[in-house]
Protein backbone atom coordinates (compact mmCIF):
# COMPACT_ATOMS: atom_id res chain seq x y z
CA UNK A 1 0.00 0.00 0.00
CA UNK A 2 1.07 3.41 -0.91
CA UNK A 3 2.22 5.49 2.18
CA UNK A 4 2.32 9.54 2.92
CA UNK A 5 4.56 10.98 5.29
CA UNK A 6 4.55 14.31 6.85
CA UNK A 7 7.74 14.99 9.10
CA UNK A 8 6.52 18.19 10.74
CA UNK A 9 3.21 17.82 13.63
CA UNK A 10 3.25 21.48 14.16
CA UNK A 11 4.50 24.52 12.17
CA UNK A 12 4.34 27.77 12.94
CA UNK A 13 4.47 31.02 10.96
CA UNK A 14 4.03 35.04 11.46
CA UNK A 15 1.67 36.34 9.09
CA UNK A 16 2.38 37.63 5.85
CA UNK A 17 5.58 35.46 5.85
CA UNK A 18 5.59 32.31 3.93
CA UNK A 19 5.97 28.44 5.19
CA UNK A 20 6.56 25.32 3.64
CA UNK A 21 4.76 21.68 4.70
CA UNK A 22 6.45 18.91 3.73
CA UNK A 23 5.35 15.74 2.90
CA UNK A 24 6.92 12.21 1.20
CA UNK A 25 5.50 9.38 -0.19
CA UNK A 26 6.07 5.60 -1.15
CA UNK A 27 4.88 4.38 -4.68
CA UNK A 28 5.71 1.87 -7.12
CA UNK A 29 3.20 3.41 -9.39
CA UNK A 30 4.22 6.21 -12.26
CA UNK A 31 0.49 7.46 -12.47
CA UNK A 32 -0.46 9.08 -9.38
CA UNK A 33 -2.37 12.53 -8.01
CA UNK A 34 -0.85 14.27 -5.22
CA UNK A 35 -3.52 16.88 -2.85
CA UNK A 36 -3.30 19.19 -0.26
CA UNK A 37 -6.22 19.54 1.94
CA UNK A 38 -6.85 22.10 4.46
CA UNK A 39 -8.81 21.35 7.88
CA UNK A 40 -9.92 24.47 9.90
CA UNK A 41 -10.98 24.22 13.49
CA UNK A 42 -14.67 23.11 12.40
CA UNK A 43 -13.37 20.21 10.68
CA UNK A 44 -14.31 20.35 6.93
CA UNK A 45 -11.59 19.26 4.73
CA UNK A 46 -11.29 21.64 1.62
CA UNK A 47 -8.97 20.82 -1.26
CA UNK A 48 -5.69 22.98 -1.78
CA UNK A 49 -4.28 22.25 -4.51
CA UNK A 50 -3.84 18.76 -6.53
CA UNK A 51 -0.70 17.89 -8.39
CA UNK A 52 -0.68 15.56 -11.53
CA UNK A 53 2.43 13.39 -11.64
CA UNK A 54 2.69 13.42 -15.00
CA UNK A 55 3.09 17.25 -14.91
CA UNK A 56 6.53 18.80 -14.71
CA UNK A 57 4.94 21.98 -13.70
CA UNK A 58 4.75 22.87 -10.07
CA UNK A 59 0.94 23.63 -9.45
CA UNK A 60 -0.33 26.88 -8.05
CA UNK A 61 -3.16 28.46 -6.29
CA UNK A 62 -2.75 31.88 -5.48
CA UNK A 63 -0.45 32.04 -2.70
CA UNK A 64 -0.51 28.27 -2.44
CA UNK A 65 2.33 26.55 -4.94
CA UNK A 66 3.75 22.82 -4.20
CA UNK A 67 7.51 21.72 -5.29
CA UNK A 68 7.03 18.39 -6.50
CA UNK A 69 9.74 16.80 -6.85
CA UNK A 70 8.96 12.94 -8.68
CA UNK A 71 12.46 11.32 -8.50
CA UNK A 72 12.62 11.89 -4.63
CA UNK A 73 8.85 11.41 -4.35
CA UNK A 74 8.67 14.76 -2.33
CA UNK A 75 5.17 16.78 -2.60
CA UNK A 76 5.86 20.27 -0.46
CA UNK A 77 3.45 22.67 0.21
CA UNK A 78 4.43 26.42 0.22
CA UNK A 79 2.01 29.03 1.78
CA UNK A 80 3.15 32.68 0.81
CA UNK A 81 1.69 35.99 2.73
CA UNK A 82 0.46 33.97 5.34
CA UNK A 83 -2.27 34.73 7.02
CA UNK A 84 -4.95 33.94 9.86
CA UNK A 85 -7.32 32.13 8.09
CA UNK A 86 -4.51 29.63 7.01
CA UNK A 87 -3.95 28.39 10.59
CA UNK A 88 -5.63 24.93 10.10
CA UNK A 89 -4.37 21.13 9.96
CA UNK A 90 -3.08 20.47 6.67
CA UNK A 91 -3.21 16.96 5.02
CA UNK A 92 -0.92 15.57 1.90
CA UNK A 93 -2.64 12.67 0.06
CA UNK A 94 -1.91 10.23 -2.51
CA UNK A 95 -4.13 9.01 -5.15
CA UNK A 96 -3.34 6.39 -7.59
CA UNK A 97 -4.07 7.35 -11.54
CA UNK A 98 -5.85 4.19 -12.22
CA UNK A 99 -9.77 4.30 -13.01
CA UNK A 100 -11.18 2.65 -10.62
CA UNK A 101 -8.46 3.09 -7.46
CA UNK A 102 -10.26 6.32 -6.29
CA UNK A 103 -9.33 6.14 -2.38
CA UNK A 104 -7.01 8.19 -0.98
CA UNK A 105 -4.12 7.60 1.35
CA UNK A 106 -3.43 10.59 3.94
CA UNK A 107 -0.58 11.44 6.16
CA UNK A 108 -1.01 12.16 9.92
CA UNK A 109 -0.93 16.40 9.28
CA UNK A 110 0.50 19.50 10.03
CA UNK A 111 -0.76 21.94 12.25
CA UNK A 112 -0.20 25.12 11.00
CA UNK A 113 -0.44 28.48 13.59
CA UNK A 114 -0.36 32.05 12.39
CA UNK A 115 0.82 34.04 14.61
CA UNK A 116 -0.58 38.10 14.14
CA UNK B 1 -24.08 23.63 -5.33
CA UNK B 2 -24.97 23.01 -1.75
CA UNK B 3 -21.80 21.12 -1.15
CA UNK B 4 -21.72 17.28 0.67
CA UNK B 5 -24.02 17.09 3.64
CA UNK B 6 -23.70 15.02 6.40
CA UNK B 7 -26.32 13.73 9.32
CA UNK B 8 -26.03 13.84 11.76
CA UNK B 9 -23.31 15.78 13.00
CA UNK B 10 -23.25 14.32 16.52
CA UNK B 11 -24.28 11.06 17.50
CA UNK B 12 -23.56 9.92 21.16
CA UNK B 13 -24.23 5.66 21.86
CA UNK B 14 -23.96 3.31 24.12
CA UNK B 15 -21.25 0.19 23.53
CA UNK B 16 -23.88 -2.21 21.68
CA UNK B 17 -26.10 0.17 20.07
CA UNK B 18 -26.64 -0.08 16.37
CA UNK B 19 -25.88 3.64 14.59
CA UNK B 20 -26.65 4.83 11.16
CA UNK B 21 -25.24 7.95 8.99
CA UNK B 22 -26.22 9.28 6.17
CA UNK B 23 -24.36 11.34 3.44
CA UNK B 24 -25.92 13.73 0.68
CA UNK B 25 -23.31 13.91 -2.19
CA UNK B 26 -22.91 17.15 -4.43
CA UNK B 27 -25.85 16.26 -7.17
CA UNK B 28 -23.86 15.34 -10.02
CA UNK B 29 -21.21 13.45 -8.67
CA UNK B 30 -20.94 9.63 -9.42
CA UNK B 31 -18.87 8.33 -6.46
CA UNK B 32 -18.80 8.80 -2.79
CA UNK B 33 -16.51 7.63 -0.12
CA UNK B 34 -16.44 7.05 3.29
CA UNK B 35 -13.47 7.78 5.46
CA UNK B 36 -12.88 7.51 9.36
CA UNK B 37 -10.40 9.89 11.35
CA UNK B 38 -9.78 9.65 15.21
CA UNK B 39 -7.82 12.43 17.41
CA UNK B 40 -4.56 13.54 16.03
CA UNK B 41 -4.38 10.76 12.49
CA UNK B 42 -5.51 11.58 8.86
CA UNK B 43 -8.14 9.79 7.50
CA UNK B 44 -8.64 6.52 6.57
CA UNK B 45 -10.82 5.38 4.25
CA UNK B 46 -13.60 2.90 4.41
CA UNK B 47 -15.45 1.90 0.97
CA UNK B 48 -16.00 4.03 -1.86
CA UNK B 49 -19.13 3.64 -4.38
CA UNK B 50 -19.94 4.33 -8.22
CA UNK B 51 -23.29 4.88 -8.89
CA UNK B 52 -24.78 2.54 -6.33
CA UNK B 53 -21.86 -0.07 -7.45
CA UNK B 54 -19.92 -0.65 -4.12
CA UNK B 55 -15.90 -1.00 -5.76
CA UNK B 56 -13.77 -0.86 -2.94
CA UNK B 57 -13.67 -1.95 0.96
CA UNK B 58 -11.30 -1.49 2.90
CA UNK B 59 -9.85 -4.49 5.45
CA UNK B 60 -10.96 -1.49 8.67
CA UNK B 61 -14.39 -2.29 7.40
CA UNK B 62 -15.43 -5.04 9.73
CA UNK B 63 -18.33 -7.40 9.33
CA UNK B 64 -20.06 -4.76 11.93
CA UNK B 65 -19.97 -1.88 9.62
CA UNK B 66 -22.13 -1.55 6.14
CA UNK B 67 -22.57 0.91 3.74
CA UNK B 68 -24.99 1.35 1.13
CA UNK B 69 -26.03 3.50 -1.90
CA UNK B 70 -29.32 2.17 -3.39
CA UNK B 71 -29.93 4.44 -5.54
CA UNK B 72 -26.17 5.92 -6.75
CA UNK B 73 -27.19 9.04 -4.69
CA UNK B 74 -27.31 9.36 -0.90
CA UNK B 75 -25.63 6.47 0.82
CA UNK B 76 -25.96 5.35 4.57
CA UNK B 77 -22.87 3.72 6.80
CA UNK B 78 -24.12 1.62 9.49
CA UNK B 79 -22.46 0.42 12.66
CA UNK B 80 -24.03 -2.56 14.29
CA UNK B 81 -23.26 -3.15 17.91
CA UNK B 82 -20.61 -0.45 18.62
CA UNK B 83 -17.76 -0.53 20.08
CA UNK B 84 -16.19 2.20 22.03
CA UNK B 85 -13.14 1.88 19.57
CA UNK B 86 -15.72 3.07 17.09
CA UNK B 87 -15.53 6.34 18.14
CA UNK B 88 -13.76 8.37 15.56
CA UNK B 89 -15.02 10.94 12.91
CA UNK B 90 -17.00 9.64 10.01
CA UNK B 91 -16.23 11.62 6.75
CA UNK B 92 -17.93 11.24 3.34
CA UNK B 93 -16.85 12.30 0.61
CA UNK B 94 -17.91 13.02 -3.30
CA UNK B 95 -16.15 13.17 -7.02
CA UNK B 96 -17.41 13.30 -10.46
CA UNK B 97 -15.21 10.82 -11.93
CA UNK B 98 -14.81 11.92 -15.73
CA UNK B 99 -11.10 10.72 -16.50
CA UNK B 100 -9.77 13.62 -13.69
CA UNK B 101 -11.54 13.31 -10.03
CA UNK B 102 -11.11 15.92 -7.08
CA UNK B 103 -13.16 14.73 -3.37
CA UNK B 104 -14.90 17.10 -2.23
CA UNK B 105 -15.62 16.05 1.59
CA UNK B 106 -18.41 16.77 3.70
CA UNK B 107 -18.56 18.22 7.32
CA UNK B 108 -18.26 14.78 9.09
CA UNK B 109 -20.33 12.49 11.62
CA UNK B 110 -18.75 12.86 15.35
CA UNK B 111 -19.59 9.53 17.03
CA UNK B 112 -18.55 9.02 20.38
CA UNK B 113 -19.53 5.22 21.84
CA UNK B 114 -19.67 5.27 26.01
Given at each position: AQTVTQSQPEMSVQEAETVTLSCTYDTSESDYYLF??????SRQMILVIRQEAYKQQNATENRFSVNFQKAA??????????????????????RSGGST???????????????? | DTG?????RHKITKR????????DPISEHNRLYWYRQTL??????????????????????????????PKGSFSTLEIQRTEQGDSAMYLC??????GQETQY??????LLVL
Open positions: WYKQPPKSFSLKISDSQLGDAAMYFCAYLGRLYFGRGTQLTVWP | VSQNPGQNVTFRCGQGPEFLTYFQNEAQLEKSRLLSDRFSAERASSLWDFGPGTR
